[in-house]
């Protein structure tokens, strides 16, 4: 099993790291500010807005980012698809920085996060709070992540027995951990409900949690492709082509169809006018969608799905769409009513870009010293340079995961 | 070879019909919502609730409930950056609602604001001010239960020893009332909570201190029997007007009834309010949302959350699919397959 | 209004040369000195809202040589008005009549009485026949012919119509005379009436008040008697220099007011520390005057009702002295509420900055671009080979 997964190793120090290290810096500096002179000092929340982009983004987007875990559970081990096996341990790392970075994100957003653990005290329990729910799953799902992960440690220190003891019952795990993404990711669609007429009709709609649980599926399977990509340039390591090209099918496929509930969506309550009135908000919802309407576009011939370039273009894109969907919900199409305006300031920019940043870094990190990447062979680079090749190879390794 | 939308659905069904587990989820949420039940029945309001009945026709925009509710409250006066070059803090004059000020007067102008409480060049004073509704919202969304209703008035009840300071009820409130404290590294929620919050206080100070009665405390049931009356009566016959409480000692304010709007607001837009307002001009111009439904938000996600969670039913069934699926699938797998 | 051919220029002189023969009038200034003389035409210049230069004029025109006649009419009145003008310090009523208008006839000032005074009224009326100032003082009766009101055998409803024939200008003074006052409060049982009522082919100046301030009415007399027309009315005929603005706008009390501190009964805390009025009353907001302004009886400021703790009852302002209960709420007649209230909506100021905007918008376009550096090199390229763009394009897309 060693032989399938590999620490990366090399040197961690590069210069991409090194701009990293400083965002996330940078960020610590405004955090110091955020803790020692109020949210006010650093930030543009006003009662208006009193969410920004550390929730917009840090965490409705990028616990969305980090549904790679999510969306490779669900194929791998529920809907027993094997072949995409090699894609689950980094897929599982970055959904665990992604939810983990996410909820550092609402820790530093909270108001009062020294009454933080208020929210796992029974006698204060809101059953009637969406939020209480979308946190208690989110913080259940890290703790489960953490599981899921653990094997790659268990693996790295040796302890095989340890490691066989929670085989045994890592099926629980796991079906929580496709379980939980689900109740979730749905449930950040649910809390903009009760913001009525406050939200735009382009996006306030009872199927709010419905849209929220599909993007997230997309944006996951398009995380996973996007990170492969990603891996493979940036480690100069081979594209896994094959199944990233039959990945980036089905998610054209869910775009699909999550465009075309969106868009009946909004023409049967009557708001498609909307659309059409200049504003920025119709603006963003034509960016939102034509983004995904492109992506899809692209893909739709077979053919395309397994070209490097546009499996990379078209998952660059449906991230952006779902990007777009999720901001316009949390920031561009809610309308206070009040005069009240918002656009991040440099605090709050640096800050998830320090967030960011960190979240690559410690992937950086993990993947170079722990078995995480799959390595079919370990001399493959200097023989099969083309991704062609390597996505061919790669399949057929992968493809012995699965039963004769 | 390459998986489509077909092969999705034929393995999906292939792993039987707790393979669709995923998509339970979905399935009934989209149920849910076609069907239209899934919303939560309103509450009901306590029969003792108290509230404020504001007139914005008798309000002369003396800022009086203002200064009381700053004094009653024990808050801190504000000057707003625009103000700063010439008011030095001696004048306490808020633009808004804010972590430090709980009541404000504001004001409607239109053309050359030549008459008071007309629509079109005119004017007319707005209180802002936590409008306690009956099936409030920021109750709903909390997640610690750091805001109640009280159970007999009605009042929505913040608890600042609760609260985490996640400001879901400031932006889930269609009023835009509950504020939070941005400037201090320790900042809270703050609302009106009719003055139940200060010792000693028999009312609402905001109401103990209008010189016109345009603010008037008491139950809701009377308060809406004195709004009707008011609409009752024709424009220019004089009206007492209660000042205070309603069934207080003050003398009453005699004065002619002006023209109102057809009705009060907060009879039952948003699931009612147990504060109402009555005012010569249109209710939206006074920042009072009018396109909304009879019936409050939060009964729509209350509805979708315990449609999908009542009893934990569902998401045990979905655990359960997919706990059978994954054991399935991993019993035909070597363990090393598994992470 | 009429013609006088010995009124001097109503200009402003140029240069003190211009004066004329002041000293040449040292009795008829009434023992003041010419400098004390200046100064009040000077401050009749200021109440007027002209400019000082305009005293020298005044001065001109009061001591010019002929003095206007006066004919004071009293009707139901209560010689409020009268003793009011008596305490005029500036000038004194003496000066003021014997030599800046040539006081004719006053029931109450004349030297004579009876026929002698009455004779005297009509030699003078028939004298100066179109050129002499009627001043009606007190509210006429109309009812069962006016008879409820005579004076010499004659009912003042007559006397009034006849005397304003002739008249070059007709003032009002007190609240009676121009609005009914007391004798038209409800149930009016001898049907008084306002002069403007009687009087109605002339316009009437009405000086309202109860009584009105001295100064006003010295102010529009000397006004007509300078530039030989009266002063800017407003649409109730009350001099706009006097009746403009309302007293709740230039009350002292006013910070009381916006800051919401009444003074709730007589002798309470907030009366004692003299706080606004309002609750008790005061109709202030809904009362034209400039009583807070320009104060009573010379004693300084606050030498006025609000000023000592009483509430402005609206003397001068129809329909609300002598109407109004006296503690019943005044409504607030600001003509534009004030600015510093807050808008609805105020619009918010933490908007972009152009940092922000720029840092945004980098991180975009670096994603964007890197993005498509990436993508064009793996359509040509092996992805094993782009190294550097790929981590920067990750860094930023995310």
């Known amino acids: 099993m060693t032989a399938r997964h590999a620490p990366l190793g090399g040197r961690f120090i590069s210069l991409p790291v090194v701009i990293m290290a400083l965002f996330a810096m940078v960020a610590g500096f405004y955090l110091y500010h955020r803790f020692v002179y109020g949210l006010g000092s650093v930030t543009n929340l006003s009662d208006g807005y009193p969410w920004g982009i550390w929730i917009a983004i840090d965490l409705v987007v990028g616990t969305a980012l980090g549904c790679a875990g999510y969306v490779m559970a669900l194929m791998v081990y529920i809907l027993n698809k094997g072949e995409y096996h090699p894609l689950v341990r980094p897929a599982i790392l970055a959904s665990l920085f992604g939810y983990g970075l996410g909820g550092i994100a609402v820790m530093i957003d909270l108001g009062r996060y020294w009454q933080g653990y208020n929210m796992m005290l029974p006698w204060l329990t809101n059953v009637n709070s969406v939020m209480l729910e979308t946190a208690l799953c989110i913080a259940a799902y890290i703790t489960v992540l953490m599981i899921e992960f653990s094997p790659v440690f268990l693996e790295r220190l040796g302890m095989t027995r340890v490691r066989e003891k929670l085989n045994r019952f890592l099926f629980i795990i796991i079906a929580l951990g496709v379980l939980l993404p689900t109740m979730h990711q749905s449930s950040m669609g649910t809390i903009l409900v009760v913001l009525g007429h406050q939200l735009s009709p382009l996006w306030q709609t009872p199927l709010l949690p419905l849209f929220f649980l599909i993007s997230a599926l997309f944006m996951g399977f398009a995380i996973v ?66 983004t995904a309407v492109i992506a899809v576009a692209l893909v739709l011939p077979k053919a395309n799905r397994f070209k490097p370039h546009l499996m990379f273009v078209c998952a660059c894109m449906i991230l952006v769409s779902g990007t777009i969907y999720r901001v316009n919900c949390y920031l561009v199409g809610y309308d206070p009513g009040d005069g009240f305006l918002y656009f991040p300031t440099v605090g709050e920019i640096m800050v998830t870009l320090g967030i960011f940043s960190l979240e690559i870094l410690l992937y950086i990190a993990f993947v170079k010293n722990l078995p995480i990447l799959h390595t079919p062979q370990s001399a493959y680079e200097e023989e099969h340079p083309h991704p062609a090749e390597a996505s061919g190879s790669a399949t057929g390794s992968a493809g012995t995961a699965r039963p004769a | 070879m390459a998986i489509n939308r077909r092969a999705f659905l034929k393995g999906m069904a292939a792993d039987g019909a707790a393979g669709a587990a995923a998509v339970v989820t979905i399935g009934a949420t989209g149920e849910a919502v076609a069907g239209g039940g899934f919303q939560r029945t309103p509450f009901e309001m306590p029969a003792d609730a108290v509230g404020l009945l504001y007139d914005s026709t008798l309000c002369i925009g003396c800022r009086a409930c203002q200064a009381a509710c700053k004094e009653a409250n024990g808050m801190a006066a504000e000057v707003p950056t625009p103000y700063q070059d ?116 028999e009312y609402s100070a905001c109401a103990m201190v209008c010189p016109t009665g345009a603010t008037l405390y008491g139950r809701v049931d009377d308060l809406k029997a004195e709004a009707r009356l008011r609409l009752a009566k024709d424009p220019g016959a004089e009206h007492a007007y209660p000042r205070g409480r309603i069934g207080g000692d003050n003398e009453p304010n005699v004065a002619p009834i002006p023209v109102y709007q057809d009705d009060f607001y907060g009879d039952n837009i948003l699931g009612g309010t147990q504060c109402l307002t009555l005012a010569g001009v249109p209710y939206d111009r006074l920042g009072l949302p009018l396109e909304a439904p009879d019936f409050s938000y939060a009964t729509l996600t209350e509805g979708i959350q315990h449609t999908l969670y009542r009893y934990m039913i569902l998401p045990a069934v979905v655990l359960g699919g997919l706990v059978t699926l994954a054991w399935r699938n991993s019993r035909r797998h070597k363990p090393e397959d598994w992470d | 209004m009429v013609g006088a051919a010995t009124r001097p220029d109503p200009r402003p002189a140029e240069s003190p040369d211009e004066f004329g023969d002041l000293d040449g009038y040292v009795g008829a200034l009434g023992g003041l000195t010419r400098r004390d003389f200046l100064k009040f035409c000077t401050g009749i210049a200021a109440t007027l809202g002209l400019s000082p230069a305009f005293g020298v004029t005044i001065a001109n025109a009061a001591t010019s040589p002929r003095r206007p006649p006066v004919i004071w009419i009293s009707a139901q009145e209560c010689t409020g008005c009268t003793e009011s003008l008596l305490r ?129 009415f010295l102010a529009t007399v000397l006004h007509f008697l300078t530039f030989n027309e009266l002063p800017g009315l407003d649409e109730k005929n009350r001099p706009r220099f006097a009746y403009g603005r309302l007293i709740h706008e230039n009350c002292e009390r006013r910070p009381h007011f916006d800051a919401g501190r009444f003074a709730r009964e007589f002798g309470d805390p907030g009366h004692r520390q003299g706080w606004c009025l309002y609750q008790l009353g005061c109709k202030g907001p809904e009362t034209y005057a400039n009583c807070p302004a320009i104060g009573f009886n010379d004693v300084g400021e606050s030498a006025w009702p609000v000023g000592i703790g009483a509430p402005c009852f609206g003397c001068t302002e129809q329909g609300i002295g002598f109407t109004k209960s006296l503690h019943s709420l005044s409504s607030v007649q600001s003509l534009t509420p004030p600015t510093a209230f807050p808008r609805i909506v105020e619009t918010s100021d933490t908007g972009i900055t152009p940092a922000a905007a720029a840092l945004a918008a980098g991180i975009g376009g670096a994603a964007i671009g890197a993005g498509a550096v990436l993508a064009s090199r793996l359509a040509k390229h092996a992805p094993a080979e782009g190294e550097g763009p790929g981590n920067e394009g990750r860094r930023e897309d995310r």
Request: proline letters at 6%.
């Open chain 1, 225 to 290: 492709i996007f990170e492969a990509v990603m891996s493979s340039v940036g480690f100069r390591r081979p594209l896994e082509g094959e199944v990233l090209g039959k990945l980036t099918g089905i998610m054209a496929w869910v775009m699909l169809g999550y465009l075309v509930l969106r868009f009946l969506d909004v023409v049967y309550r009557g708001s498609f006018g909307l659309a059409f009135d200049g504003s920025t908000q119709a603006i963003m919802f034509w960016l939102e969608n034509l």
């Open chain 2, 86 to 201: 010439w008011n030095e803090g001696l004048w306490d004059s808020p633009t808004d609602l804010s972590g430090d000020t709980l009541t404000v007067i504001q004001v409607y102008q239109d053309g050359n604001m030549a008459v008071k409480d007309r629509a079109e060049d005119g004017y007319a004073f707005m209180k802002r001010q936590c409008m306690h509704c009956t099936d409030a919202s920021c109750v709903s969304v909390c997640p610690v239960t750091a805001m109640t209703k009280d159970p007999v008035t009605g009042v929505v009840i913040h608890h600042e020893d609760r609260c985490i300071g996640c400001r879901y009820c400031v932006l889930s409130c269609p009023f835009g009332v509950p504020r939070y404290q941005y400037d201090d590294p320790f900042g809270a929620i703050t609302k009106c909570q009719l003055c139940t919050n200060v010792p000693d206080q």
């Open chain 3, 88 to 216: 005029a310090y500036h000038p004194t009523i003496e000066s003021l009549i014997l030599d800046h208008i040539s006081l004719d006839y006053h029931e109450v000032l004349c030297a004579g009485a009876g026929h002698q005074a009455e004779e005297f009224k009509h030699r003078s009326m028939e004298e100066n026949w179109g050129q002499y100032v009627m001043v009606v003082d007190g509210s006429i009766p109309t009812r069962d012919g006016g008879i409820y009101c005579k004076i010499a055998g004659e009912t003042v409803l007559d006397i009034a119509r006849h005397t304003a024939e002739g008249a070059a200008a007709v003032i009002a003074i007190g609240s009676c005379a121009a609005w009914g006052g007391i004798p038209a409060s409800d149930p009016n049982p001898t049907d008084a009436r306002p002069a403007s009522d009687i009087i109605t082919d002339k316009p009437v100046v009405n000086i309202p008040g109860c009584p009105p301030n001295p100064y006003n």
